[in-house]
C-alpha cells in the first residue's frame, strides 16, 4: 500500500494500473462534479492555457443546486482577482458586503463590529461560473454522469475529482486515499429568509426540548438583479435574501419530533421557533433537508494523475466559513502548481503538499468550533455579554487582541463586566484559590528536569523555579517530585521522601518567597508507577535504563512500551505503604514552605494508572467498576488533605482523555474532577494522554483546553488550562471568555524566564498584576533598536 513521496500510478478496482501518461503540462482535463470547485478549476486551466480541452460533468441540471448563500473571504477575493479579473467583477457586482456580528442570547443582543463578511447567492455564484467556462471554450455536460474513474484516468492526462462530500472517486480509491469520515452529533438544515439580516446573526432558542440555534447571513440585497436567476431561489432573492441555517443537537431534534414530520413541517416549525429573528416571516426550503455534519480527512490527494479537490478531499465545519471558499482556494492552488511543474505528478505533489497544511488548520479551527456548538448548553447559564465574546472566540481563530483591534467599546464591556479595571488585561486579574491568592492567571507548568542528584534539588532547580518567579508568573510549579526512591521516573528525578531533600526545598521556596514577593510557589507530588526506571529525557525518553533498573510497581502487570519492564501488581499491603509515602512527603513539602500542592493523577503514572480501564484490569476493590477505579487516588488524596495545611489549596492533574479506544472519555474526566471536588480538592489541572503508548492525540493550539473547558462548566470546580497554550493573546481569551481560571504553560516559559513580565509590557500594562523585581526595573521597557524606516516621498515635481 502506498504511504508517502510521489504519487502512485492509478489503478483501477482490479488493482491493474491504468496507461502511463505524459510527464507534460495536462492537455486533456477531466473534471468530475460541476460545483464551484470545479467550475472554477477548469475556467482556471483553461484561460492559462487556452488550447487546453477540458471537459466538465455534472450530474444536475445548470439551475439545480442546494443550499442558498455562500461566504467568500476578502483573501479568497483577492486570489480570485489576481487569477481571472472577469470573474471577480462579476462576483462583485452581486456581493452583500457586512461587518457586523449579532448574538442574541436570553432576550440580549450584544453586536460586534469590524468582521467583515461577503456573500452572495450559490445559484448567481454557480451562473457566473458557467458563463465564464462558457466564454472560454470548456464544455460543461449536465445531467451527465461522469464515466468511471478508471476510464477518465486512462483517457485523459489530468482528473479533478470535485465531486463532494459523498465523492464517488474517493471511494473507487479509498484504498489510496485512505479517508476518514467522523459523522459528528448535531442536525441540522439550510434554509432562507426573503429579507437580508442586517448582520451575521447567531440566536439562541432555549425550548422544551434542548438548545436550538440559529446561524444567518445576508446574501442578496433588496434591490432589482440585472442577472435575474430563474427557478424557486431566483425571484424570491430580488427583495433581498437571507441564508438560515438551524441546528440542534440530535436528541434535541428527536424530541422536538423533527424525524417525524413532513420537511414542509420542519421548515414552518423552524419559523416558529426563530420568529422573532425573522421579524415572523416564513423561511423557504431547495429540496432542504436535516443532516449531520460529516468531517472529511484523506491522507493522501492524489493518486496517479486523478487529484481531490474541495468536499471530495476535505471539509470544514460551516459555523466558521464556506466549504467553497475552501474549494475556490483549491482551485487556485492547484492551477498555480500545474503552471509551475510541467510534470503532472510533480504538480500534483506540491499543491497537496501547499494546500493539506492550511486545509488541517482551517479544520482544526472548524472542529473546535463545532464542538463548541455541540456543547453549547454549558454556556447557557453565562451572563449574554461573555456568552457572546465565548462565541466570537470559539475557534481561536478570533482571539482577544483581534477583537479589540475589531471592536474595543465591545470587548471593553466584556472586560468591565469580567472584573477588570481600566487597563488591566484580564490574564492580570487575582484569583484566590482557598487561602491563597494569586496576582495573576499565570501558571508555569510543570516541567520534569531531570537534574536532581539523589533526588535532592541542586542549583539548578533554585536558578530555575526562581527564574520564573522573578518573570512574574502568579503561581510556579516544581516538577513531579517522587514520594519514594522507587517511585522516580528517572535517576534525575527530585524527591521529597528524604529530610536532606525537604531542606533543598526550603532554600528554593524561601528564595521564592524573600526575592519574589507575589509569586507563589507550588509542589508536584506523584509517583512514577509502570513509567519508571527509565533514560533521562535527552538519552531517550521512556527508554529502560541500560543498567541500575529498580523494579516497578503498578495498578496491573502491564509495561508501558513492549520492550519496557513489566510492573508488580501492587498488593493491598503495598497501596498502604505508598498512602503513607505520599502523606510523608506532603507533610515534609508543607514544612519546606511550598504554597500549594497539587497530586499528579495523569499521563499514565502510577495514580493515573488505577484511573484508566486501560491500565487498570484488576479484579478487587480497586479495579473494575469507574468507582473502583478511583477508589485508590482519593484515598492518596484524602491521605494528603489531611496532613497538609488547612488554608492552602489541593490541585489534581488529570488526562481527561487516554486518545484511545476503550480508555478514559471526557466523560469519565468530568466524573473524575467531580469525585475529588468532593474530597476537597480546589481546582483540576487537565491535561490528557501519556497513559498508553499506542495513543493517537488530535494536537493543535491550546488543544487540551476544551477538556478544562467542559469540566469547568459541568463539574462547577475551578479549572486550570494547559497544553500548547504559547501567546499572552491566547491566556486573555480563555480567560475572558469562561474556559478556565488559570493557564500553565511549559515551553514558553524555557523560552523566555520572565515571559509574563514580557507580557505585560507588550500590553501596555503596569500594575499589581506584574510587579518587576527593584533590581530589573530598569529593563521594564522594550529596548529601543536602530531605526529601519526611511523619509518618504513628499513632492512630486513636474518638468
Request: glycine share 10%; charged share 25%; hydrophobic share 40%.
Amino acid at each position: 500500500m502506498p504511504t508517502s513521496g510521489a504519487p502512485e500510478p492509478a489503478r483501477g478496482p482490479t488493482g491493474r494500473p491504468q496507461p502511463p501518461h505524459t510527464s507534460s503540462r495536462p492537455q486533456r482535463i477531466a473534471v468530475i462534479g460541476g460545483g464551484p470547485g470545479g467550475l472554477y478549476a477548469a475556467a482556471l486551466l483553461k484561460r492559462l492555457d487556452p488550447a487546453r480541452d477540458i471537459t466538465v460533468w455534472e450530474r444536475n441540471a445548470p439551475d439545480d443546486t442546494f443550499g442558498f448563500g455562500v461566504v467568500l473571504s476578502d483573501e479568497t477575493l483577492g486570489g480570485i482577482e489576481h487569477a481571472d479579473p472577469v470573474v471577480y467583477a462579476a462576483l462583485r457586482r452581486d456581493f452583500v458586503s457586512w461587518d457586523d456580528i449579532d448574538i442574541v442570547h436570553r432576550g440580549a443582543t450584544h453586536r460586534s463590529g469590524g468582521h467583515g463578511f461577503a456573500a452572495l447567492g450559490r445559484r448567481r455564484l454557480l451562473e457566473i461560473l458557467h458563463d465564464r467556462c462558457r466564454s472560454l471554450g470548456v464544455r460543461i455536460d449536465f445531467r451527465t454522469e461522469a464515466p468511471h474513474p478508471d476510464v477518465l484516468s486512462a483517457e485523459y492526462d489530468l482528473v479533478i475529482a470535485a465531486d463532494g462530500v459523498h465523492s464517488t472517486t474517493r471511494g473507487t480509491y479509498a484504498q489510496v486515499f485512505r479517508p476518514q469520515v467522523t459523522e459528528h452529533g448535531c442536525r441540522y438544515i439550510w434554509l432562507a429568509a426573503d429579507f437580508p439580516f442586517d448582520a451575521f446573526r447567531f440566536e439562541i432558542a432555549e425550548t422544551e426540548h434542548g438548545v436550538m440555534q440559529l446561524h444567518g447571513y445576508p446574501y442578496a440585497r433588496p434591490s432589482a438583479d440585472d442577472h435575474p436567476s430563474t427557478g424557486p431561489a431566483g425571484p424570491q432573492d430580488r427583495s433581498g435574501a437571507s441564508t438560515v441555517i438551524v441546528e440542534m443537537r440530535e436528541e434535541v431534534w428527536r424530541a422536538a419530533g423533527f424525524d417525524d414530520i413532513t420537511p414542509r413541517e420542519s421548515v414552518e416549525r423552524c419559523a416558529k421557533i426563530f420568529a422573532d429573528a425573522l421579524r415572523g416571516r416564513p423561511l423557504r426550503s431547495n429540496n432542504s433537508a436535516w443532516t449531520s455534519f460529516r468531517t472529511v480527512v484523506n491522507d493522501r490527494w492524489s493518486h496517479g494523475n486523478v487529484v481531490l479537490l474541495g468536499d471530495a478531499a476535505h471539509t470544514a465545519h460551516f459555523s466558521i466559513g464556506s466549504g467553497t471558499k475552501l474549494a475556490v482556494e483549491d482551485a487556485l492552488a492547484l492551477a498555480a502548481c500545474l503552471q509551475e511543474h510541467p510534470d503532472v505528478r510533480e504538480a500534483l505533489a506540491a499543491y497537496e503538499e501547499e494546500r493539506k497544511p492550511v486545509v488541517a488548520s482551517t479544520q482544526r479551527a472548524a472542529r473546535a468550533s463545532l464542538e463548541w456548538f455541540e456543547n453549547l448548553g454549558l454556556y447557557l447559564g453565562q451572563s449574554p455579554r461573555q456568552f457572546a465574546f465565548n462565541l466570537l472566540t470559539r475557534s481561536r481563530r478570533v482571539t482577544h487582541d483581534n477583537l479589540r483591534l475589531r471592536d474595543a467599546h465591545f470587548t471593553g464591556a466584556v472586560e468591565r463586566e469580567f472584573g477588570c479595571s481600566p487597563g488591566t488585561p484580564p490574564m492580570f486579574t487575582p484569583f484566590r484559590l482557598r487561602g491563597l491568592t494569586l496576582r495573576n492567571r499565570v501558571v508555569v507548568s510543570p516541567m520534569d528536569m531531570y537534574s536532581a542528584t539523589d533526588g535532592v534539588p541542586g542549583d539548578f532547580h533554585l536558578v530555575h523555579l526562581g527564574a520564573r518567579a522573578l518573570g512574574g508568573a502568579g503561581l510556579v510549579m516544581t516538577e513531579m517530585v517522587c514520594v519514594s526512591e522507587e517511585g522516580r521516573i528517572t535517576p534525575g528525578c527530585a524527591g521529597l521522601y528524604t529530610g536532606r531533600q525537604a531542606e533543598a526545598w526550603r532554600r528554593v521556596t524561601d528564595f521564592v518567597h524573600r526575592q519574589a514577593p507575589g509569586s507563589a510557589i507550588g509542589v508536584q507530588l506523584g509517583h512514577s508507577g509502570r513509567k519508571g526506571s527509565t533514560k533521562l529525557l535527552w538519552e531517550g525518553m521512556d527508554e529502560p535504563l541500560d543498567a541500575g533498573n529498580w523494579p516497578l510497581v503498578a495498578a496491573s502487570p502491564l509495561p508501558y512500551k513492549p520492550d519496557s519492564q513489566v510492573p508488580r501488581r501492587l498488593s493491598r499491603a503495598q497501596l498502604t505503604d505508598i498512602r503513607e509515602q505520599f502523606a510523608a512527603a506532603a507533610w515534609r513539602a508543607a514544612r519546606a514552605g511550598f504554597d500549594l500542592l497539587e497530586l499528579h493523577c495523569a499521563h499514565g503514572y502510577l495514580l493515573s494508572g488505577f484511573l484508566s480501564p486501560l491500565t487498570n484490569l484488576r479484579t478487587d476493590a480497586y479495579g473494575g467498576s469507574f468507582e473502583r477505579r478511583l477508589r485508590f487516588p482519593l484515598e492518596v488524596f484524602d491521605a494528603v488533605r489531611t496532613v497538609w495545611p488547612a488554608e492552602r489549596p489541593m490541585t489534581v492533574r488529570i488526562s481527561a482523555t487516554d486518545w484511545a479506544e476503550g480508555g478514559t472519555t471526557a466523560e469519565d474526566a468530568v466524573g473524575i474532577a467531580r469525585a475529588f471536588a468532593a474530597h476537597g480538592a480546589d481546582a483540576i489541572d487537565v491535561s490528557t494522554g501519556q497513559v498508553v503508548a499506542e495513543e493517537r492525540p488530535e494536537f493543535g493550539r491550546s488543544y487540551q483546553t476544551p477538556f478544562a473547558d467542559r469540566i469547568r462548566h459541568e463539574a462547577r470546580i475551578p479549572v486550570i488550562a494547559v497544553g500548547a497554550i504559547s501567546s499572552w493573546d491566547d491566556v486573555n481569551s480563555l480567560i475572558l471568555a469562561g474556559r478556565t481560571d488559570l493557564c500553565a504553560l511549559a515551553r514558553p516559559h524555557l523560552y523566555d524566564p520572565h515571559w509574563t513580565l514580557h507580557a505585560a509590557v507588550e500590553q501596555g500594562y503596569a500594575g499589581p498584576g506584574a510587579v518587576w523585581p527593584a533590581p530589573y526595573r530598569a529593563g521594564s521597557r522594550r529596548p529601543r533598536t536602530g531605526r529601519t524606516d526611511a523619509p518618504k516621498p513628499r513632492l512630486t515635481l513636474s518638468g
